[in-house]
């Protein structure tokens, strides 16, 4: 009896649970299809990312002598959804049974639940830590702490260790990390690749069937290929990964990258695995070509953050998403797809989105994802704008990033305390606010940092909830020392603002 085995866009090597169960007779499904390109208003330039790299890992399975059945996005045959292709393909080849490996977001592992094709959801393994690992891991703890799991990892996999002993004699290098922007850059980023007849082809269909007023199509650079994924690889390795811990937190205008890898679309997509890529940097460290502070930062991340997301993405369940432990509901500010505010950082991180659909980990967390926490955004709002905008985004891994890290909206689980910033840690972090229209010292005024005013905001409309965290008795104080009048100021001059930004005013 013939079966079907699903590929889906972000399960794109030839190691994927699924394809692994492949028996000559099967037929391999792959679908560009309008219901995984449209559930949000995703960036262009992830659509022809996926698409493209889908296309040619099709031609390579064939290459291989494999029956792949491929829908392209404008086949009128086109079901339209990932469960309605699997139905036709069943139809047309009559199968009836498919072998899945289980997405990465509840929305669709519910979609093959519920196709009247039985579809048998294999666990995707392509991670470090399978997920009964990290739920016995959190069973019983008080705080999902990542630096525990994170030394489990590396026990785990033996990365930087020496016996059962940190390379280096620690676990953690971050104090020698984290400064701020350097004067020039030594790096020029990413490996870009001119794209080819395939991507050609992908990008001016996405130009007619994905326009946009916000999004450029322009200048499409990534690798749609292992091979390509491989090669920006080894040349982060080669010439990024030495300076990545001291700037991993630094933000310059207008020098997006920095010394960043740039490889979460393809680890994501299944062009790059983890473990390669670890050990790929450590590798590098043995061969003295970079020092273990960067590489054991650049190693946390992967398995460390990345394995740590995933476990909590899984274990929390279907309704993360919906989560508002702050009961935020404020709007999101039309800004934030136009790029239309004076505030120079929210700016610049938001036309290099819309641009490039990238940002990095500090100008997500502690610029966009900050000024919506402090500005009291609809948190499910905010994880629909990070879902779309960014080529690396699939709600496994963005949702606990946007609803858990940064906006609080979890309650905890995945961060003790918020993560809150006046404008000062962007101002020391970065050199946005010597090219602002606001003054990043001044904390009332016309030309206050709207930063240092949400600041208070925030934490004086929490009270309740964080006054007694211990790690914010300081903040508290601080805010309890000023005077009363001045208290006032802070909070009507906030008020000003948000009203002024909900009426759709420039701010
Ligand atoms: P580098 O800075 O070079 O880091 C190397 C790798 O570490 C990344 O490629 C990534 O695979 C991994 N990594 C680092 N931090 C994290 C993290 N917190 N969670 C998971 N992996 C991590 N990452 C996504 O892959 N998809 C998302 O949708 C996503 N949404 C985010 C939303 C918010 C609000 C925040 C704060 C972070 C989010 N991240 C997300 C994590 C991180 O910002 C990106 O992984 C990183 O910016 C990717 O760029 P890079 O490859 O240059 O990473
Ligand atoms: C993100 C995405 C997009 C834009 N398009 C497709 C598609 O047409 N076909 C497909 O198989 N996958 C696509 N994907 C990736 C899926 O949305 C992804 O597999 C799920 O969100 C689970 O992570
Ligand atoms: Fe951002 Fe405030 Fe600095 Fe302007 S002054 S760039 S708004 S932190």
Redesign the pocket.
């Known amino acids: 009896m013939t079966r079907l085995i699903l590929v889906l866009g972000d399960q794109l090597t030839r190691d994927v649970a699924a394809l692994r169960d492949y028996r000559p007779g099967d037929v391999v499904v792959m679908a560009e299809v309008m219901a995984e390109a449209s559930y949000v208003p995703h960036h262009p330039k992830k659509i022809a990312f996926l698409f493209s790299a889908m296309r040619h890992f099709a031609d390579q399975l064939r290459a291989e002598g494999i029956r792949v059945a491929y829908t392209l996005l404008d086949d009128p045959e086109n079901a339209g959804s990932i469960a309605g292709e699997l139905l036709r393909r069943a139809a047309a080849h009559g199968a009836s049974e498919a072998i899945a490996t289980r997405p990465g977001e509840w929305r669709l592992i519910d979609a093959l639940e519920d196709c009247p094709l039985p579809v048998r959801q294999l666990p995707d393994d392509r991670f470090i830590c399978p997920q009964a690992d990290f739920d016995a891991w959190a069973e019983g703890r008080r705080e999902l702490r990542m630096e525990w799991f994170y030394r489990d990892m590396r026990r785990r996999t033996g990365l930087l260790m020496d016996g059962d002993k940190p390379a280096g004699g620690r676990w953690n290098y971050d104090h020698d990390n984290r400064k701020p922007p350097p004067d020039a850059l030594t790096f020029d980023g990413?490996l870009r690749f001119a794209p080819d007849d395939t991507t050609a082809e992908v990008l001016a269909l996405v130009r007619d069937r994905f326009p946009s007023n916000y999004y450029s199509h322009d200048g499409f650079w990534f690798a749609v290929t292992r091979e390509q994924a491989l090669a920006a690889l080894e040349h982060?390795i080669s010439h990024?990964l030495e300076r990545?811990g001291d700037y991993?937190d630094a933000m310059m205008t207008d020098r997006m990258?920095l010394?960043?890898?740039?490889?979460?679309?393809?680890?994501?997509a299944g062009l790059l695995g983890?473990l390669e890529?670890c050990r790929a940097a450590e590798a590098a460290w043995q061969g003295g070509r970079a020092q273990i502070n960067a590489v054991e930062g650049?190693i946390r991340?992967?398995i460390g953050?990345?394995e740590?997301?995933?476990g909590i993405y899984f274990r929390e369940g279907p309704d993360y998403t919906a989560r508002n432990a702050l009961r935020h509901d404020r709007a999101l500010p039309e800004f934030y797809w136009s790029g239309e505010t004076e505030m120079h950082c929210v700016k610049q991180c938001i036309d290099q989105t819309m641009s490039e659909a990238?940002?990095?980990?500090?100008?997500?967390?502690?610029v966009?994802?900050n000024f919506a926490l402090l500005a009291g955004i609809d948190p499910h709002q905010?994880h629909e704008w990070?879902?779309a905008v960014?080529a690396?985004?699939?709600?496994w891994?963005?949702?606990?990033?946007?609803i858990g890290?940064?906006?609080f909206a979890d309650g905890g689980v995945v961060g003790s305390k918020p993560?809150v910033s006046s404008g000062n840690y962007i101002h020391r972090m970065s050199d946005y606010c010597g090219h602002c229209r606001y003054a990043v010292k001044q904390k009332t005024g016309p030309d206050a940092c709207p930063f240092n005013l949400l600041y208070w905001h925030f934490l004086d409309r929490h009270r309740d909830r964080f006054a007694s965290n211990p790690r914010m008795g300081n903040i508290y104080r601080t805010w309890d020392r000023m005077d009363a009048e001045r208290r006032a100021t802070v909070l009507a001059e906030a008020d000003a603002f948000l009203g002024r930004m909900d009426s759709g005013g420039r701010v």
């Open positions: 990413p982060f990024g990545f991993q990258f010394y960043h890898a740039l490889i979460s679309p393809y680890l994501n983890p890529v650049f991340q992967i953050w990345r740590y997301i995933r990238y940002a990095h980990h500090i100008q997500r967390l502690m966009t994802g905010v990070y879902l960014y690396d985004a699939y709600e891994v963005e949702a606990p990033n946007v890290m940064s906006q993560y």
